[in-house]
């Protein structure tokens, strides 16, 4: 016998979500060769799909095979030389992370930091150096609800490729490819793309293909040998068995997102954002990044000082099935991550966390 979850939780943690319907149902279609043409016809879909949500003509726009750090690996074994300089901006568990990927492909990582909480100032991060080969960004710092500025960093980027972790900004909030002149971008499918965990999107310009590593320390994530696979039309090539199931589920979410309209699930995740954030504050919370950089589908509050967080969180789990993200690094035990993502972000879910918040804290 083995024990599975069979109750629903309302997933308001910093992911994963929960999936969209259309995304669940997906997951249990009969399962197909990798090869069959069916299939890859499902695959030429999604990576359209990807192009649309992503906003890019990027030919090189596919589903990683592997959650969205694949994606960040991908992004910087594919484009990093060793010896090169590149600049990352850090105000996050997610920027410091870049830094140990950057530096393990032999980059000379060059950080800008910012205090957790706030955003980088573009300014800072463009004069960081005179000639970077690579800037790389983080959109949406999941560790602590900041959004940072893309299109100004994109605007005085130079001759640098310009690379940028969409992994909780894509499809929740604006992320605009080739408007901000972002080279190379990688998202995951647990966040605002609503679906299971498990794939990471990724999109690359030409102009980064063109400065491609040769033969990546990566054989797995070598994007040139992928291309080939995911999107190779007449020269598509085995490279390795694609997650079917998986694809048939971005598929459906991404169809889920595309028939609601883009700008439309922007702006329910903004509306979630928005009544999440004045109801925790009518409840006393006082929330953790600055204002006009908060993200609205991932908020970030201080505990109240008097209340034993985690006790409190494992009663909204277990009590409400309500799940709710504790922070991370400095703000461990002392920030919660409250996510409102993909299927998730619905008014009904927020109005049920203050309901219970308010139940369960006695206010
Ligand atoms: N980048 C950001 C901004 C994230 O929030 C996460 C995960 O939460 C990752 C990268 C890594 O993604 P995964 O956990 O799917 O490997």
Redesign the pocket.
């Known amino acids: 016998m083995h024990v599975v979850p069979t109750t629903d939780r309302v997933l308001m943690g910093?992911?994963p979500c929960n999936p969209y319907p259309e995304a669940v149902a997906a997951l249990g279609r009969p399962m197909l060769g990798h090869l069959d043409p069916e299939f890859l016809a499902v695959l030429d879909e999604t990576c359209a799909r990807l192009r649309t949500v992503f906003r890019t003509g990027n030919e090189l726009t596919l589903p990683i095979s592997?959650?969205?750090?694949?994606?960040?690996e991908a992004a910087f074994v594919n484009v990093v030389h060793p010896g090169d300089v590149v600049v990352i901006g850090v105000n996050g568990?997610?920027g410091e992370?870049m830094c140990d990927v950057a530096s393990r492909c032999g980059a000379e990582v060059v950080r800008v930091d910012a205090p957790w909480g706030e955003p980088l100032e573009p300014e800072a991060v463009l004069a960081a150096h005179p000639s970077p080969a690579v800037i790389a960004l983080?959109?949406?710092?999941?560790?602590t609800g900041v959004r940072n500025e893309i299109a100004a960093v994109g605007a005085g980027k130079g001759d640098a490729l310009l690379l940028v972790?969409c992994?909780?900004s894509l499809a929740g909030i604006e992320v605009d490819i080739d408007g901000w002149g972002i080279d190379i971008a990688y998202a995951?499918t647990?966040?605002c793309l609503g679906v299971a965990?498990g794939l990471?999107p990724l999109t690359m310009s030409d102009r980064a293909r063109e400065r491609r590593v040769e033969r990546p320390q990566s054989w797995y994530l070598d994007l040139g040998m992928i291309g080939k696979y995911t999107t190779g039309g007449q020269a598509r090539t085995y490279h390795h068995t694609a997650p079917i199931s998986m694809v048939l589920s971005l598929h459906a979410g991404l169809g889920a997102v595309l028939d609601e309209g883009l700008e439309e699930a922007w702006a329910r995740h903004q509306a979630c954002g928005e009544a999440l954030q004045a109801g925790l504050e009518k409840l006393g919370f006082r929330l953790f990044a600055r204002e006009g950089n908060r993200l609205p589908q991932l908020t970030s509050v201080w505990v109240p000082d008097g209340i034993d967080e985690a006790a409190v969180r494992r009663t909204l789990l277990v009590d409400y099935g309500i799940e709710v993200g504790g922070g991370l690094g400095p703000v461990a035990g002392k920030v919660w991550r409250v996510g409102c993502m993909g299927h998730t972000a619905r008014t009904r879910n927020v109005t049920l966390l203050l309901g219970a918040l308010e139940e369960v804290l006695g206010r």
């Not at 592997?66 to 960040?72: E, F, K, L, Q, V």
């Not at 983080?138 to 560790?143: D, I, K």
């Open positions: 910093p992911g592997g959650t969205g750090s694949a994606g960040m568990v997610f992370r983080v959109h949406a710092e999941t560790s972790d992994v909780t995951a647990q966040k965990p990471a």
